[in-house]
C-alpha cells in the first residue's frame, strides 16, 4: 500500500483504507459490489484494486456462480490475512505485553509476563522474542502467527521517547548503549538533552528487535500509546479531546487535542508525574522535587500507607484494605485523589478536554480513589467546564499499550491524522489478553 507523503498519496491512502475496510466489514466482495459500497468511481476503484492485489494485500477468493446463460462468473476479493500482520509490544516496568494482529485486524495471539523491573534491554528483548515465537507454535492453529508474513512491530516504553515515532536507519550501525533509557527510569535517555537534537538516536529495543525480526520498529511512549488504545477502543472511544492519565508506578498519561495525538516538540508530551502538586516535597526520579509521581504512583501510595500504621505490600492487598474500611487507606486515598484531580483540572483550563480517562493499578481501588479525585476536579475546574468534562475509568487495562503500538503501526485511526500510525479488534484482543498470561 502506498505511504502517507503529499495530499494526493494520502487521498489515495484513504481510498485504500475504505476499499480494505469494506473488505474487512463484509468480507468477499466482487469489484461490482464494491463499487456499490464504496462510492468512489468505477476508474478509481479498479486502479486502487489493481495495486492491492499487486502488493499481495487483496487476494482473489472463490467465483459466484451466475446464472446459466449471463457471462462468466464473477470474480470476488478479499484480503489476504498472510500480506501482512503487526506486533505490538508494551515494554512496561515490570512486565511484558505482546499482541499481534493480521490485515484484517483478526488476533493471532497474545501473552504477557512480568519480569524484574531491572532487567536489561537485552533479557527483555530475549523475553519478547520468546513470547513471540511461542504465538507461531504449531497448536495455535491456522491463524498463528508467521513471521514470514510480519509487516512492522510497534513498540512501547516507559519514559520519554523524542524524535519522530520511525524506524531506526538498518544502514547506520547503531548499537544499544547500557546506559541508554535504563529500564525503569524516568527523564530522557542518557546524555541527550531534548533540545539539542541529540535524542534522534535510534532507542535500543529498536536496534535489539530490527536485528531479531528484520521489519520497521516504531517506538513511542507506552503511556502515551495506551492513550491511543483507549481513545480508539477503550473509554474515550470516539473522543475528539482526551486527557489520560495512568497512576502506576510511574504516573504519566497522554493528549488527544482536536482529534490528534500529541507528542510535543521533543516526544515529551504527557509527562504528567512530573507536575509540581507540592511544593517542597520529595525528591523525584527526574530530579524535581514535589511531582504527583511522588504522591502518587504505586510506591509512593503504599509507601504513605505504611507510614500510617498500614500493611501492604501491593495494590492487591491495599484494595483488600480499603474493603475492609481501613481508616488509614481512606484517608491516604482520599488525599492523593485530591492532589491529582486537582492536577487535573488545571490541566482541564489549560487544554479543554471533553473527557478524562484514568487508569493503571491505582484505579484497582476504586470509588475510594476516583471520587475523592472527581471532588478535586469538580472543585478547581473553571464552573463552566464542570458539566463538559467527563470523568472515566479506564477500561482497557493492560491491553492498552499493545493495542496503542498496533495503532501505530497498522496507521489507520483518525487520531493519527498528525502522527505516524486503526480498530474494531479490541472486543476479540482483551480476552486474548487476560486470558495469555503466560505463554
Known sequence: MSQPRGPLSQLRRGHEELVLGLLRKHGPLSRGELGKHCGLSRTTLYDILAELVASGAVVTATSQEGPRGRGRPAETLTLNPDAGQAIGIDFARRGLHVAAVNLAHEVV??????????????????????????????????????????????????????????????????????????????????????????????????VLLRERFGVPVLVDNNTRLAALGEAIWGAAAGGKDVLYL?????????????????????????????????????????GGTG?????????????????????????????KAVTAGDPAALALLRGVGGKV??????????????????????????????????QALHEHVMPVSRHRVSLRRATLGEVAGALGGIALVLHESPLLSRYPAGPDLAEDLIPTMKQSRHP
Open 341 to 374: 484531580g486537582e492536577m487535573l483540572a488545571a490541566l482541564c483550563n489549560a487544554i479543554g478536554p471533553s473527557v478524562i480517562v484514568v487508569g493503571g493499578e491505582l484505579t484497582e481501588t476504586g470509588d475510594a480513589l476516583i471520587e475523592p479525585i472527581g
Open 291 to 319: 511531582c504527583l509521581e511522588t504522591v502518587a504512583s504505586i510506591r509512593a501510595v503504599l509507601d504513605a500507607y505504611r507510614a500510617a500504621g498500614g500493611r501492604a505490600a501491593d495494590v492487591p492487598e491495599l484494595v
Open 109 to 206: 495471539g497474545a501473552a504477557s509476563e512480568p519480569h524484574d523491573a531491572d532487567l536489561p534491554w537485552e533479557r527483555r528483548v530475549d523475553l519478547a522474542e520468546r513470547l513471540i515465537r511461542s504465538l507461531t507454535g504449531s497448536g495455535s492453529g491456522a491463524g498463528a502467527l508467521r513471521l514470514g508474513a510480519l509487516d512492522a512491530i510497534g513498540v512501547g516504553v516507559v519514559g520519554p521517547v523524542s524524535g519522530q515515532a520511525t524506524e531506526p536507519d538498518p544502514e547506520a550501525g547503531a548499537r544499544p548503549d547500557n546506559d541508554a533509557d535504563p529500564p525503569g527510569g524516568t527523564g530522557t535517555r542518557a546524555g541527550a538533552d531534548p533540545g539539542s537534537g541529540a535524542g534522534e538516536a535510534p532507542h535500543p529495543v529498536q
Open 246 to 286: 495512568r497512576l502506576s508506578h510511574g504516573v504519566g498519561g497522554g493528549l488527544v487535542v482536536g482529534g490528534s495525538l500529541h507528542r510535543g516538540a521533543y516526544g515529551l508530551s504527557g509527562e504528567f508525574g512530573h507536575i509540581t502538586v507540592e511544593p517542597g516535597g520529595a525528591r523525584c526520579g527526574c
